[in-house]
Each structure stands twice: as structure tokens, then as C-alpha cells.
């Protein structure tokens, strides 16, 4: 299976920070990755898919960029309600599997 | 209106078995793929399984092949997973999700349930 690997695992910023997370795939993907955002006590929700594809509705401080085994999902000024934990998949097949998720607070 | 309803969760002593049932609408039901997809108390998220809009293809996740089982009821939109042997391990909240694309089974999710919570417990 393709193992996913997160960095950090929780990150601090203030409002208007710019946020970067890290996902490395253990081969190659393509750009089979999609981010998750999810508060406490409900569903994922899809920001990014294709790496880099912006998913309707979603904020455009969000961005995705990356291919093969590195991805990053940026936050490009961040806001009170990014506050949650942000999770990587890779879809590149049937056996999707997930980072472990990294968790931003607001400082 | 897409709309993933679950139910059927609970609480079950190890070795005891439980099955999960996911209420779809707003969508052409039989048309896409879906999953299941878990997450312990307090951990990240596990994909479980996926199923195809045909019923035709299924695929589990390592820790559950052999013990659990995805079918779907597209004349009901109702999606199913059948839990045997469970474990405490087996503690989540397990969520339905979408698959996006229509004819494929290895794209992102664009819609989840609510998820609804498995205690695995004497």
C-alpha cells in the first residue's frame, strides 16, 4: 500500500499568516491527491483534488500544488474558521489511504 | 441535494457483529461508487472499503478483508457494510462517502455522511 506522510503535525499561526502542509507520498501518485478539512465532531469536507483543483464553493486562499511524491497545501492568509485538522489522500488506487492529518490552531 | 445518511451503529461485544446502513439521495445512486471510510476515537481517518455503482467490484482495506463486507441496494440507494468479528480496534465512527466521478472507483470523495459510531466493547 502507499504509505502518506504528513509535516508538520500541528502548526500555530496568527490571522493573515501564511500556512504551508506538507504530504509525501511513499511512490509515485501522479496527482492523484486530494485534501480534506475537518472540524470536530463532523465530515471531511474536499478543498483540493488533482493535486492542485480548486473544489467548488472552497475559498480561494486555498491552493494545492505538486506531482509524483510531494504535495503541499497552502493557506495563503489564514482566518479564524481554518481552524481544523487538514488531512492528504491519495486516490491513485482503489486502496486509498490517508496522511495522518495535521492540525492548525489560530494562535 | 446531495444527502449520505448512516445509521446502524452501536454498541457490540467483541466478536459480535453489526451492520451499517448508508440512506443516499439527490443523486443518481447506482451511477457512482462508494465507500466506507473510518476514524478511532481521537486518530486520523482509515478508508475501509469501496464498492462499485454496479455492485460488481469491492476492494477492503487490509484490516478488515475477510471480516467485513460492502453491497449496496441501488433499488433502495441504500448502501451497506456487514461487520463480523469486530474487535475493539474495530471503534469508530465510520462515515459513507461519494465517489466523484461517475463509471470510476478510484476517485476523491465529494460528499460524506455524518458518520455514525461503533463501540466494540464487553
Known amino acids: 500500500d502507499i504509505q502518506m506522510t504528513q509535516s508538520p503535525s500541528t502548526l500555530s499561526a496568527s490571522v493573515g499568516d501564511r500556512v504551508t502542509i506538507t504530504c509525501r507520498a511513499s511512490q509515485s501518485i501522479s496527482s492523484w491527491l486530494a485534501w480534506y478539512q475537518q472540524k470536530p465532531g463532523r465530515a471531511p469536507k474536499v478543498l483540493i483534488y488533482?493535486?492542485?483543483s480548486l473544489e467548488s464553493g472552497v475559498p480561494s486562499r486555498f491552493s494545492g500544488s505538486g506531482s509524483g511524491t510531494e504535495f503541499t497545501l497552502s493557506i495563503s492568509s489564514l482566518q479564524p474558521d481554518d481552524s481544523a485538522t487538514y488531512y492528504c489522500?491519495?486516490?491513485?488506487?482503489?486502496?486509498?489511504?490517508f496522511g495522518q492529518g495535521t492540525k492548525v490552531e489560530i494562535k | 441535494e446531495v444527502q449520505l445518511l448512516e445509521s446502524g451503529g452501536g454498541l457490540v461485544q467483541p466478536g459480535g457483529s453489526l451492520r451499517l446502513s448508508c440512506a443516499a439521495s439527490?443523486?443518481?445512486?447506482?451511477?457512482?461508487?462508494m465507500s466506507w471510510v473510518r476514524q478511532a476515537p481521537g486518530k486520523g481517518l482509515e478508508w475501509v472499503s469501496v464498492?462499485?455503482?454496479?455492485?460488481?467490484?469491492?476492494y477492503y482495506a487490509d484490516s478488515v478483508k475477510g471480516r467485513f463486507t460492502i453491497s449496496r441496494d441501488n433499488s433502495k440507494n441504500t448502501l451497506y457494510l456487514q461487520m463480523n468479528s469486530l474487535r475493539a480496534e474495530d471503534t469508530a465512527v465510520y462515515y459513507c462517502a461519494k465517489v466523484t466521478q461517475m463509471t470510476t472507483i478510484t476517485d476523491y470523495f465529494d460528499y460524506w455522511g455524518q458518520g455514525t459510531l461503533v463501540t466494540v466493547s464487553s
Open positions: 489522500q491519495q486516490y491513485n488506487s482503489y486502496s486509498r489511504t
Open positions: 488533482k493535486a492542485s
Open positions: 439527490g443523486f443518481t445512486f447506482s451511477g457512482y461508487a
Open positions: 464498492l462499485s455503482g454496479s455492485g460488481g467490484s469491492t
